[in-house]
């Protein structure tokens, strides 16, 4: 545990600390009085309200949509199912300016919907919401379908035998089985609306702003680090909180029934009603996921003079974006690239140290330290990224002109989905396989390598695998850190956004095409090499 330890306590607390710490004190002595101050405020409540009750919506309407597809997922088998499993995915490890854009292109000024039939739904709250649906319904239809096609399905068949209805029968039997994971999905949901920042600053406007967006704001554009410091500790306890309930239930979901292989429970649909069910799936699937990614490769050819590659030829020139970039915008995708596979190597050191960790003790301090290795999904990244800039100043630690700040950074955000995807595995693996090499003569080291590393090689594979995805779409830290020079690819969208005129905007298409398509071919080659279908993500 000590290397896992020593990384987040210098790259994750000690610049939320400092943060902090500048926005509270005064003369080196705590101003706590502030945090009175900027609660009551009624701009920073109207902030709070809205940031709780679209996360809620956004939530309540996730389930609602997504339920069904958990049940597809696990219950039927339908060819492209593997398929159509990673693309409802794919979404979920975009960065949130891509999916910002990509509902952009589908409802806002010019989007599809404008030129089709003049509806705009940008700088609305339904946009929002329905663009957090996008991003989180792979969060439901892996957690819950994920528990669901291993449930089996004879414990709700006996209770009909029984008497019960179909009905009765699911409520009394299935239903409390499935009640962990649905908690725990709603709560990764309600955690990731909670702490929004660019589907909301894209969509939203000036007239929405979450605790996240709210923190940007006052630290980069009007530099009140009070308030900032208020509204980091305020979304730190509302994390803490959730991160809390989620492992409970998450102990819960371990416990709940014994269960089966999933190709014992997975059937090919029968009857009109399961058909009717299945085809509603995919319709939802065809019109919530596939349209918004559908649109924005179609805005990313569509250039004046007709259908073309305009945009991204035009991505190879810096001048074409005028003062945008220092470097062509291309460029960003060579430099997220080795950034992601560096931030890559990082997390799986820290994550697989720190879930091996996990795996040889239990109680209340390695439960502490596991919800840790969660915070940096709640915790602000603005802050996070800032702090760096104010932390890693000095020598031995001073990397503000170093590139290794971007791959630390994005790591922060990858170690959570390492240990989430190897917890399980490690803690299958026989302690007496491991006490059979010791007993042979194998050291510890040696015992790794020929035990735990051949089982758990696959989940290596699925952790790295995710881990470059997330880190290749982290931006709320890497806005601030990421230099001119060296743009990531999130950043560069976000650049070329927040500039005038079609050529930026096509350019801005075309960046979130490239990504949205290596994100995918990454989320189908996990497709093909994962095993285990009950995962956290």
Same mark, same amino acid.
């Given at each position: 545990?000590?290397? =896992?330890?020593?990384?987040?306590?210098?790259?994750?607390?000690? &610049?939320?600390?400092?943060?902090?710490?500048?926005?509270?004190? $005064?003369?080196?002595?705590?101003?706590?009085?502030?945090?009175?101050?900027?609660?009551?405020?009624?701009?920073?409540?109207?902030?709070?309200?809205?940031?709780?009750?679209?996360?809620?919506?956004?939530?309540?309407?996730?389930?609602?949509?997504?339920? =069904?597809?958990?049940?597809?997922?696990?219950?039927?088998?339908?060819?492209?199912?593997?398929? !159509?499993?990673?693309?409802?995915?794919?979404?979920?490890?975009?960065?949130?300016?891509?999916?910002?854009?990509?509902?952009?292109?589908?409802?806002?000024?010019?989007?599809?919907?404008?030129?089709?039939?003049?509806?705009?739904?940008?700088?609305?709250? /339904?946009?929002?919401?329905?663009?957090?649906?996008?991003? #989180?319904?792979?969060?439901?239809?892996?957690?819950?379908?994920?528990?669901?096609?291993?449930?089996?399905?004879?414990?709700?068949?006996?209770?009909?035998?029984?008497?019960?209805?179909?009905?009765?029968?699911?409520?009394?039997?299935?239903?409390?089985?499935?009640? &962990?994971?649905?908690? *725990?999905? *709603?709560?990764? %949901?309600?955690?990731?609306?909670?702490?929004?920042?660019?589907?909301?600053?894209?969509?939203?406007?000036?007239?929405?702003?979450?605790?996240?967006?709210?923190?940007?704001?006052?630290?980069?554009?009007?530099?009140?680090?009070?308030?900032?410091?208020?509204?980091?500790?305020?979304?730190?306890?509302?994390?803490?909180?959730?991160? *809390?309930?989620?492992?409970?239930?998450?102990?819960?979901?371990?416990?709940?029934?014994?269960?089966?292989?999933?190709?014992?429970?997975?059937?090919?649909?029968?009857?009109?009603?399961?058909?009717?069910?299945?085809?509603?799936?995919?319709?939802?699937?065809?019109?919530?996921?596939?349209?918004?990614?559908?649109?924005? %490769?179609?805005?990313?050819?569509?250039?004046?003079?007709?259908?073309?590659?305009?945009?991204?030829?035009?991505?190879?020139?810096?001048?074409?974006?005028?003062?945008?970039?220092?470097?062509? =915008?291309? @460029?960003?995708?060579? #430099?997220?690239?080795?950034?992601? !596979?560096?931030?890559?190597?990082? $997390?799986?050191?820290?994550?697989?140290?720190?879930?091996?960790?996990?795996?040889?003790?239990?109680?209340?301090?390695?439960?502490?330290?596991?919800?840790?290795?969660?915070?940096?999904?709640?915790?602000?990244?603005?802050?996070?990224?800032?702090?760096? !800039?104010?932390?890693?100043?000095?020598?031995?630690?001073?990397?503000?002109?170093? /590139?290794?700040?971007? =791959?630390?950074?994005?790591?922060?955000?990858?170690?959570?989905?390492?240990?989430?995807?190897?917890?399980?595995?490690?803690?299958?693996?026989?302690?007496?396989?491991?006490?059979?090499?010791?007993?042979?003569?194998?050291?510890?080291?040696?015992? /790794?390598?020929?035990?735990?590393?051949?089982? %758990?090689?696959?989940?290596?594979?699925? $952790?790295?695998?995710?881990?470059?995805?997330?880190?290749?779409?982290?931006?709320?830290?890497?806005?601030?850190?990421?230099?001119?020079?060296?743009?990531?690819?999130?950043?560069?969208?976000?650049?070329?956004?927040?500039?005038?005129?079609?050529? #930026?905007?096509?350019?801005?298409?075309?960046?979130?095409?490239?990504?949205?398509?290596?994100?995918?071919?990454?989320?189908?080659?996990?497709?093909?090499?994962?095993?285990?279908?009950?995962? @956290?993500?």
């Amino acid at each position: 545990m000590a290397v =896992p330890v020593a990384f987040f306590a210098l790259f994750f607390a000690y &610049p939320v600390v400092a943060i902090v710490g500048r926005g509270l004190k $005064a003369d080196g002595v705590w101003q706590f009085g502030r945090i009175g101050e900027v609660l009551s405020r009624p701009d920073i409540a109207d902030v709070l309200w809205f940031t709780t009750w679209q996360a809620l919506a956004s939530t309540v309407l996730t389930l609602l949509i997504a339920l =069904p597809g958990a049940y597809v997922f696990a219950r039927f088998d339908f060819p492209g199912k593997q398929l !159509l499993r990673a693309v409802v995915t794919v979404p979920f490890v975009l960065p949130t300016v891509v999916v910002g854009t990509a509902f952009l292109a589908l409802l806002g000024r010019g989007g599809f919907l404008d030129e089709l039939w003049g509806v705009r739904l940008d700088t609305t709250v /339904w946009a929002i919401l329905l663009a957090h649906v996008f991003f #989180n319904y792979a969060v439901v239809v892996r957690t819950v379908g994920g528990l669901w096609s291993q449930l089996d399905p004879r414990q709700e068949e006996a209770a009909r035998v029984l008497g019960a209805g179909r009905l009765a029968a699911w409520r009394r039997v299935t239903l409390p089985a499935l009640a &962990p994971a649905v908690g *725990a999905a *709603a709560l990764m %949901v309600f955690l990731f609306t909670f702490t929004s920042f660019g589907v909301v600053q894209i969509l939203g406007g000036p007239a929405y702003s979450t605790l996240e967006v709210e923190i940007y704001r006052q630290t980069a554009q009007l530099l009140d680090l009070p308030t900032a410091a208020v509204l980091t500790l305020v979304q730190f306890a509302a994390v803490g909180g959730i991160l *809390a309930v989620h492992a409970w239930t998450v102990r819960r979901r371990e416990t709940a029934l014994k269960l089966v292989d999933p190709a014992q429970t997975s059937r090919r649909p029968r009857g009109a009603g399961q058909r009717a069910l299945l085809g509603g799936v995919l319709l939802t699937v065809a019109l919530l996921i596939v349209a918004p990614l559908g649109v924005l %490769v179609e805005r990313s050819v569509d250039t004046s003079g007709g259908y073309g590659f305009g945009f991204y030829r035009a991505l190879q020139s810096a001048d074409a974006s005028g003062s945008t970039f220092l470097v062509p =915008p291309l @460029e960003a995708i060579w #430099n997220s690239l080795q950034y992601a !596979l560096v931030a890559t190597l990082i $997390a799986l050191v820290i994550g697989g140290l720190a879930a091996a960790a996990l795996t040889r003790r239990a109680g209340p301090l390695v439960r502490g330290f596991d919800a840790l290795l969660m915070l940096p999904l709640g915790v602000s990244a603005v802050t996070v990224g800032f702090g760096f !800039l104010i932390t890693l100043d000095e020598p031995p630690l001073d990397l503000r002109t170093s /590139w290794i700040l971007v =791959p630390l950074a994005q790591a922060l955000v990858g170690v959570p989905f390492v240990v989430r995807t190897m917890l399980p595995v490690l803690r299958a693996v026989d302690d007496r396989l491991r006490e059979a090499a010791a007993v042979l003569g194998a050291s510890p080291l040696r015992a /790794w390598r020929e035990v735990d590393l051949p089982l %758990v090689r696959r989940a290596l594979l699925v $952790a790295a695998g995710f881990a470059f995805a997330v880190s290749l779409g982290e931006f709320g830290a890497t806005v601030f850190i990421a230099r001119p020079d060296n743009p990531t690819l999130p950043v560069a969208v976000a650049r070329l956004l927040g500039r005038s005129g079609e050529l #930026n905007y096509g350019q801005a298409m075309a960046l979130s095409t490239i990504l949205m398509l290596v994100c995918a071919v990454s989320l189908l080659l996990l497709e093909r090499i994962r095993t285990d279908r009950s995962g @956290e993500f």
